[in-house]
């Protein structure tokens, strides 16, 4: 098996690690996606991963909160996910760092761009977590910007859908999945497959986006490896 990409950024969201329970952290399911993690890195593949924290909190959701706060609570949210990350992938025998935007050493490295690089570059799954380590940004942003940061060849955005479609498939059985699209389109159509500030990041840095199903996690391997799967956008 021959990866086509070097390096690559995953985006996972919060709520696929907690797995049927649907709040908190599910480590069966944790584990079945850092043994697919693993086999990507043991083929060579340098791996990044940004994870949200909707398993815990959701900032948008917090009603009359300061949003500041609240979105705070989001970033620290990811961090316990992070942290499960890698307590699987050491587990598994794979080498894993922690970075986070924001600085709590005790627990994580601050993250530097040259520092995750280099770790990436000896065999470490560099964990990043706190998004972009500010309020009012998603992670699917903060995905974008580390993508583009590290010089990942490919974004990969796993879902609870197996691509783009042109509206809500579990609504809709006569949705139709895209196998491909632009920026513009994402834009113009507003198929909600990643927040705008996400995609003009993505679109500054001609960076691919491969929007796939997480729901078999061999799915990570099969986009390593160049099979047809999801949605690319590009």
Request: proline share 3%; net charge negative.
């Amino acid at each position: 098996m021959k990866p086509v990409y070097k390096r690559i950024l995953l985006k996972l969201s919060g709520e696929v690690l907690a797995g049927s329970g649907g709040h908190g952290i599910d480590f069966a399911t944790v584990d079945s996606i850092c043994a697919v993690i693993k086999k990507c890195a043991d083929l060579g593949v340098e791996i990044g991963i940004v994870v949200g924290g909707g398993n815990f909190w959701r900032g948008r959701s917090s009603g009359e909160m300061d949003r500041v706060r609240a979105d705070s609570m989001g970033m620290l949210a990811t961090v316990m996910n992070a942290l499960a990350l890698q307590e699987s992938l050491i587990g598994l025998g794979n080498p894993a760092v922690v970075m986070t935007a924001l600085d709590m050493q005790r627990i994580a490295k601050p993250y530097q761009k040259d520092d995750a690089v280099a770790a990436m570059k000896a065999g470490s799954v560099v964990i990043f977590g706190c998004g972009t380590g500010s309020p009012f940004f998603s992670t699917d942003s903060g995905a974008a910007l580390r993508a583009n940061e590290i010089g990942a060849d490919i974004f990969f955005k796993a879902t609870n859908v197996d691509g783009v479609y042109d509206k809500d498939p579990n609504r809709y059985p006569d949705a139709v999945r895209y196998e491909t699209l632009t920026y513009d389109e994402i834009l113009e159509k507003h198929l909600g497959v990643m927040d705008n500030t996400a995609a003009a990041l993505a679109q500054n840095g001609r960076l691919p986006v491969l929007v796939f199903n997480l729901n078999d996690p061999e799915n990570i391997l099969r986009a390593v490896l160049g099979e047809k799967i999801g949605t690319i956008v590009k």
